[in-house]
């Protein structure tokens, strides 16, 4: 299995930027979706996760409003929209998938496979 992230980079507070994760190896619709971020010296948080047919999304509260992820089942894909970049939202980020977790709770622990991360750096 494999969960190739791509799309970060470095911007400038109030720019957007589009992650995109490809999954293989896995009958990708029936995993939940998920993004996930790790500051330096923080622990890895959740971001937004989407469900196995798309018909929910769920963001945690320091993105809401600003970020949308979305899936496409055919492709194997689920991106992440971000709009109106802070600083706090430099970090890697993590695309993730789980049979059984989904939603603003999702434990790390309940992740079935993580990708590699891409760096995303936003300066003021």
């Known amino acids: 299995v494999q969960l190739q992230a791509s799309g970060g980079g470095l911007v400038q507070a109030g720019d957007s930027l589009r992650l995109s994760c490809v999954a293989s190896?896995?009958?990708?619709?029936?995993?939940?979706m998920g993004w996930f971020r790790q500051a330096p010296g923080k622990e890895r948080e959740f971001v937004a996760a989407?469900?196995?047919?798309?018909?929910?999304?769920y963001y945690a509260d320091s993105v809401k409003g600003r970020f949308i992820i979305s899936r496409d089942n055919a492709k194997k894909t689920v991106d992440l929209q971000m709009n109106s970049l802070k600083p706090e939202d430099t970090a890697v980020y993590y695309c993730?998938?789980?049979?059984?977790?989904?939603?603003?709770?999702?434990?790390?622990?309940?992740?079935?496979?993580w990708g590699k991360g891409t760096q995303v750096t936003v300066s003021s």
């Open positions: 989407i469900t196995r047919a798309g018909g929910s999304t």
């Open positions: 993730a998938a789980s049979r059984f977790s989904y939603g603003t709770n999702w434990p790390l622990g309940g992740t079935d496979y």
């Open positions: 190896g896995l009958t990708f619709s029936s995993y939940a």
